[in-house]
Nanobody, 111 residues
Framework: QVRLVESGGGLVQPGGSLRLSCTASGIIFSISAMNWYRQAPGNQRELVARITSGSNTNYADSVKGRFTISRDNAKNTVYLQMNSLKPEDSAVYFC?????WGQGTQVTVSS
């Protein structure tokens, strides 16, 4: 059974930081490209960041320089370090890999 489990969301003030984690089971994590998506109310789900099996990374323009995606293959975990958070970063963040999705974790940026 494949599971992707996200954690680390929450409420943070503008300018703050959060680190999201996504732990995978049931897939060959080390050869899987992993992605973080987000979806705000009324908006389409959008790709935030991607990391390949070789740890090459890509980011949406809106988060470049503020977010960092990384992976730890020994822990079957992908991370999203989010710094300098803005209210417009508020969304449900989803982990995706090998065509599977996690349940999402809420990130709210508000004073």
């Amino acid at each position: 059974q494949v599971r992707l489990v996200e954690s680390g969301g929450g409420l943070v003030q503008p300018g703050g930081s959060l680190r999201l984690s996504c732990t995978a089971s049931g897939i060959i994590f080390s050869i899987s490209a992993m992605n973080w998506y987000r979806q705000a109310p009324g908006n389409q789900r959008e790709l935030v960041a991607r990391i390949t099996s070789g740890s090459n990374t890509n980011y949406a323009d809106s988060v470049k320089g503020r977010f960092t995606i990384s992976r730890d293959n020994a822990k079957n975990t992908v991370y999203l370090q989010m710094n300098s958070l803005k209210p417009e970063d508020s969304a449900v963040y989803f982990c995706n890999g090998a065509k599977y999705w996690g349940q999402g974790t809420q990130v709210t940026v508000s004073s």
